[in-house]
């Protein structure tokens, strides 16, 4: 099977003034429908670099990257934003949702974009939710909701457009151990269901939760081992 | 992205600073009821002009005793005494280009029926007043020459004088004492209403020139009179009546060279086109505060919306990442500076209409509010929120998403 994700020597440079700072030195590595996989790698390692590429945000100075089949090289910025749209769900440290504006309504706002009418809209936002138990919680702006709770709804943000991989940077970054099992039990339930999950996290612990472990630093990948089979029970 | 979508996210923006979107839309407000009034002031000026043409004719040339030109101040009638009815006569007989010509007495006088009296303005004047002024009688005669030259005492009632006096019966043939002197109603004129400057032109009282000047104004000079009005063969021969009228009269008072004339003219087209500009100059003025405050009101909207950015460069990032295109945060910041505008015009023409409305009102004017310069203002709104919130929302949608979502 063709995989969802394909990087090829991706460099990335970053130019400060006559600086120069190279955070990716060639990067390579496929991620096949259905993994699940942990980034590690210590602070400045260039995780977080190489997650947006791999989200569409960021353009490689080098290198070839494919998802789902496209070549995302030679896009322009509508083309990456429709790409994001569709291909693509993220679920970020902070939770990123928009303030002041219902629960269902941030998961409704990938659709918004993809041009899908308000009551379908709403039928998939609510069953998105349903899908992360938030069945209830509809109307709750994010400031009525506990921090598992908003990245649960950011989770069901990042579902609701049914994408080909969800990326995930230290999803569990903000939550205490209890929320953080749950948060990776809910990603584990979501990826028994055929979602590919790509996260970035700084601790074993959540790493453990992956099938398969890819570790940076400096810039490179030092390590790339399968843990478990996949569907193995975590 | 559908547009209802995007109106309703920027009106939520809007409705999170309800105060401080208000206090963005004031300058709109204002520049927006000052467009309206403008057009009002405009349209209503114009109306009054083409009244008073109606109403005067413009073949008419006022001549005044006394100079102009002391400092562009005009003594009141009566305080000089320099225009005889001696020159009305010379006039009517000698200056071709004139069809009639009246000379006016003018005083106040406390007219009084039964135990009911009216303060009002008396004018002494010729039968050819009525004509020139064209002034119709309602019930009656008008004055005439017999009764002139006879100084009989009667007189003519305006409407106010006439409704105080004797409610809603027919004052003819009733007597009425005059300055206590005993005057027989021989008519009532029709109702002429206010003037242009808002007098009441049916609050007086009129009785023959030579009747005023021997028993009412006892003046020193028994023979002068005060304003005269002359009226031209026709409008186009107006310039060349003036001429005439001012060189016969200088001729009659001996005034030669550089002399000081002791009379003036001044026809009602050189009044009415003061009247022109000045109205001009107050839309010109109310123009200069609807683009001034517009300006100012606009630049005050790209503040907002830049602050607006800057604020909510997170929620852009989010924006983006998810899926939103250039034109969509673009669209929506777009939308957001022109629902400002839009709602600041809108209650601008409720205020500007209502400020008219009042004015026209006591003006007793007809209503100025044309669809046409409410769809004036309502356009202006838009394009002053489309021009002022275009480079904020163009700085949105230029942000780049990893930056924007790492703004704190
Ligand atoms: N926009 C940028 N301009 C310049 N240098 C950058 C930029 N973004 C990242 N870097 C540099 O690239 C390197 C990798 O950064 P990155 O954010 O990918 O690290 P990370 O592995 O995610 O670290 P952490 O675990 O702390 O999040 C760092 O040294 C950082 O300073
Ligand atoms: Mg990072």
Sequence with gaps: ?234 | MDFLQTVKIALRALRTNKMRSFLTMLGIIIGIAAVIAMMAVGSGASYVISQQIASIGSNIILVLPGSTTSGGLRSGSGGSQTLTSDDVKAIMAECPSVDLAAPTVRSSALVVFGNLNWSTVLMGTTPEMFEIREWAISSGRSINQQDVDGAAKVCLLGQTVAENLFGSSDPVGKMVRIKKVPFTVIGLLERKGQSPQGQDQDDAVFVPLRTAQRNLIRSPFPNSVGALMVKGKSEALLAKAEEEVNSLLKQRHRITGSKEADFSTRNLSEILAVAEQSAKAMSLLLGAVASISLLVGGIGIMNIMLVSVTERTREIGIRMAIGAKKNDILLQFMTEAVLLTMLGGIIGIALGAGGATVVSRMLSWPTLISFQSIAIAFVFSAVVGIFFGFYPAKKAAGLNPIDALRYE
């Design chain 1, 1 to 234: 099977m063709a995989p969802v994700i394909s990087l090829a020597d991706i460099r990335r440079v970053f130019t400060m003034g006559d600086q120069q700072f190279e955070a990716l030195k060639g990067i390579s590595f496929a991620v096949a429908a259905g993994e699940f996989v942990a980034i590690m790698g210590a602070s400045g390692s260039g995780k977080s670099t190489c997650m947006n590429i791999l989200g569409c945000l960021d353009i490689p100075t080098s290198g070839r990257y494919h998802l789902d089949g496209l070549d995302v090289g030679g896009m322009g910025t509508d083309q990456l934003a429709e790409v994001r749209n569709k291909k693509l769900g993220f679920v970020f440290q902070g939770f990123n949702l928009l303030a002041r504006t219902p629960a269902i309504e941030n998961v409704e706002l990938p659709l918004v974009y993809a041009g899908i009418a308000a009551r379908e809209r709403r039928t998939m936002a609510q069953r998105a939710l349903e899908q992360v138990g938030l069945a209830g919680k509809e109307y709750n702006h994010p400031s009525q909701l506990s921090g598992g709770q908003q990245q649960r709804v950011a989770i069901a943000r990042a579902l609701v457009n049914n994408p080909a991989v969800i990326l995930a940077d230290e999803p569990t970054g903000n939550l205490d151990s209890s929320t953080s099992e749950e948060i990776m039990g809910l990603f584990t339930a979501l990826n028994r269901q055929g979602i590919t999950i790509i996260m970035v996290t700084h601790e074993r612990d959540v790493a453990e939760y992956a099938a398969r472990q890819i570790t940076f630093r400096d810039g490179r990948i030092i390590s790339d081992a399968q843990t478990k089979h996949v569907g193995q029970q975590g």
